[in-house]
C-alpha cells in the first residue's frame, strides 16, 4: 500500500490537490482512499458529494471519508474517558469540564490518524491519501506518538503495577477513584495502535509527506520549517506542490506584477527544496471544485508521471562510522547550529530545536558512547559519539 499525506499552510489548496491526486491515482486503476484528519472538513466540498464518516464511493474505484473525531474518541477511549472524567469529577471539577479534559488535546486527530493503520491492515484500498490540517497541527500530531511513547515507558508500566498492588490491599483509604483493568486495557491498546501506526507513517516504502505552498513569503517561510521538523522527527516528504501559480498568459499590468513576485518566490523554493522536485500547479480562473476541474488540476500537476511515486529519498537519520568514532547524521535544512540543543541521558537523545523537541532512543552502538560535538555539513547535523566516559554530558 501507497499512503500519501498533504500537509502546508492554512489555505494553500491542500485539501484541492489531495482530491485531484486520489482521482488520479484511481483513472490509473489504484484502488484509492481519499480522507481528511483536519477537523475543518471541506473534502466534500472539493468533490461537491457529501462524504460520510465511512469510505463513500465518488467514481469507480475513488471513495471519500471524512474522518469523525467524536465518534473515533467512543470507539477508541472510552472506558480511560470515562475513568478520568469520574477523576477529575471526583476532585470538584463540574461534569462538563472534567470531560472535556479527559480528552487530551490534539486526541482526537491522533485517532483520526489511527484510522490510517486500520486501512494498512485491511488492505481494502491500494492507495490512501491523507488531507491533513494545516502544518503546524499536522508536525504537532505526528510528533505526538513520540511524546505518548516517552510518557508511557516512564509512566505506565511502572503505574500499572503500583496500581494493581494499591487496589489490592488499601482501596479504603484512597480518596480517588483508581482505574480499572478496562481503563489499562484502553490505554494500553491505544498506545500499541499508536506505536504501530508511527512504524507505517515513518516507513520510507510506505508513507511520504508532500508540501503543498503557494509562492508567497510567509507561506514558503512556514513550509522550510515544516520540512526541517519533518526531518527531525524521521519523516520522509517526496514532493513540493507549487499551487496557485500565475500562468504564462497573464497580461494585464496589475497581474503580470504579481507574476514577477511569484517567479522570484518560485526561484527561492526552488533553491529552498534542492532535493524534491516541485510540482507547479496554476491558479485556475475558477475554484477547483468538482471532478472535472480536479481532473484538470491532476493531469496539469502531475502530467505523465504516477503520482503513486515515491519522487524523492532522502535518509533522514543515518549511523556513519569512520576512524575517529561515529556520527548520528540528521537531516535538518534551514537550521542553524545555535538554533540546535542537544542533550543525552543514558540511551536517549534530546534534540531541541525551537519548541519542537525529539528524543530519539539511540541505536546500541551509539547509547554506550557519548555526544561529544556536533556541526553542520551541508543542511546536515552530525552529532558526533566517541568513548568519554565522565565527559560533560551537555554537548553543546
Ligand atoms: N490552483 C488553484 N486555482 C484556483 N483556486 C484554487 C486552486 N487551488 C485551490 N483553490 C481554491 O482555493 C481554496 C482553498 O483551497 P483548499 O480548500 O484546497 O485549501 P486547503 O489548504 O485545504 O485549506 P484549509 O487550510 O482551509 O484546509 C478553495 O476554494 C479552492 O477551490
Ligand atoms: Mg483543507
Known amino acids: 500500500m501507497r499512503i500519501i499525506l498533504y500537509t502546508g499552510k492554512g489555505g494553500v489548496g491542500k485539501t484541492s490537490v489531495s482530491a ?83 480528552v487530551l488535546p490534539g486526541m482526537d486527530e491522533l485517532f483520526s490518524l489511527l484510522k490510517v493503520k486500520q486501512f494498512y491492515e485491511s488492505k481494502e484500498f ?25 510518557y508511557m515507558r516512564r509512566l505506565f508500566h511502572v503505574e ?64 522550510r520549517r515544516a520540512y526541517t521538523y519533518l526531518n527531525l522527527f524521521g519523516f520522509h516528504t517526496d514532493a513540493i506542490i507549487a499551487n496557485k501559480v500565475f500562468p504564462e498568459e497573464v497580461a494585464d499590468s496589475y497581474f503580470s506584477e504579481w ?54 529519498q532522502d535518509e533522514p537519520m543515518q549511523v556513519l562510522k569512520d576512524s575517529d568514532g561515529y556520527a548520528l547524521v540528521l537531516t535538518l535544512p534551514f537550521v542553524s547550529r545555535s538554533e540546535v540543543e542537544l542533550y543525552q541521558k543514558g540511551d536517549e537523545l534530546i534534540i531541541r530545536i525551537g519548541n519542537f523537541k525529539r528524543n530519539i532512543i539511540l541505536p546500541m552502538t551509539l547509547a554506550r558512547l557519548e555526544a561529544v560535538g556536533a556541526k553542520f555539513v551541508e543542511g546536515k547535523l552530525h552529532i558526533r559519539f566517541a568513548d568519554r566516559r565522565g565527559a560533560q554530558r551537555k554537548a553543546r
Open 126 to 150: 491500494d492507495v490512501l491519501i491523507v488531507d491533513c490540517a494545516p502544518t503546524g497541527a499536522t508536525i504537532r500530531l505526528l510528533n505526538f506518538p513520540e511524546v505518548l511513547q516517552w
Open 160 to 223: 500499572r503495577y503500583v496500581v494493581g498492588t494499591i487496589r489490592r490491599f488499601k482501596r479504603e483509604i484512597f480518596s480517588v477513584p483508581l482505574p480499572d483493568d478496562a481503563v489499562f486495557d484502553t490505554i494500553q491498546r491505544m498506545y500499541a495502535n499508536v506505536d504501530e501506526m508511527r512504524d507505517i507513517l515513518l516507513s520510507s516504502q510506505v508513507t511520504t509527506i508532500r508540501l503543498v505552498l503557494n509562492p508567497e513569503r510567509m507561506v514558503i517561510q512556514e513550509t
Open 20 to 102: 485531484a491526486t486520489g482521482l488520479l491515482c484511481a483513472e490509473l486503476g489504484y484502488r484509492t482512499l481519499v480522507m481528511s484528519t483536519d477537523p475543518a472538513h471541506s473534502l466534500s466540498d472539493s468533490f461537491n458529494m457529501k462524504l460520510g464518516a465511512e469510505p463513500t464511493e465518488i467514481c469507480d474505484g475513488l471513495f471519500g471519508m471524512e474522518i469523525d473525531p467524536f465518534a473515533e474518541i467512543e470507539e477508541n477511549w472510552a472506558a480511560a474517558k470515562d475513568y478520568l472524567t469520574t477523576l477529575f469529577a471526583s476532585q470538584g471539577l463540574d461534569e462538563v469540564a472534567a470531560e472535556e479534559l479527559a
Open 259 to 312: 507574476k514577477r513576485v511569484q517567479e522570484a518566490y518560485l526561484e527561492e523554493v526552488e533553491a529552498s527544496f534542492p532535493n524534491l522536485p516541485i510540482f507547479k500547479v496554476r491558479f485556475y480562473e475558477h475554484e477547483v471544485v468538482g471532478i472535472e476541474s480536479l481532473r484538470k488540476m491532476a493531469y496539469e500537476t502531475f502530467g505523465d508521471s504516477d503520482p503513486t511515486r515515491i519522487f524523492a
